[in-house]
């Protein structure tokens, strides 16, 4: 199986940063994407970010200029650094891993991100 890992998320005031982790294991061949998802309550799952297996990123414009995302390929880890942060970035936050040739998702258990006003 797939496991990832997350960490990283709490409590913060607006304007502070945080940085999320999410470490692959288990049956992985090769990763083609990471990205990070959120989902605000009461409203669907958002993509926010994500990182292709050729370096490529691509941000939601909502967080364009405040959050990164990188990677460590030799820990299957992928990052989300998280700066300048506001209320309505609040959310439980997924990391989610496609592996080449394969359209399944493989989620993180969701780590909570809180920012207060």
């Known amino acids: 199986q797939v496991q990832l890992v997350e960490s990283g998320g709490g409590l913060v005031q607006a304007g502070g940063s945080l940085r999320l982790s999410c470490a692959a294991s288990g049956s992985i061949f090769r990763i083609n994407v990471m990205g990070w998802y959120r989902q605000p309550p009461g409203k669907q799952r958002e993509l926010v970010a994500s990182i292709y297996s050729g370096g490529a990123t691509s941000y939601t414009d909502a967080v364009k200029g405040r959050f990164t995302i990188s990677r460590d390929n030799a820990k299957n880890t992928v990052y989300l650094q998280m700066n300048s942060l506001k209320p309505e970035d609040t959310a439980v936050y997924y990391c989610?891993?496609?592996?080449?040739?394969?359209?399944?998702?493989?989620w993180g258990q969701g780590t909570q991100v809180t920012v207060s006003s």
């Open positions: 989610n891993v496609r592996l080449s040739f394969s359209t399944v998702d493989h």
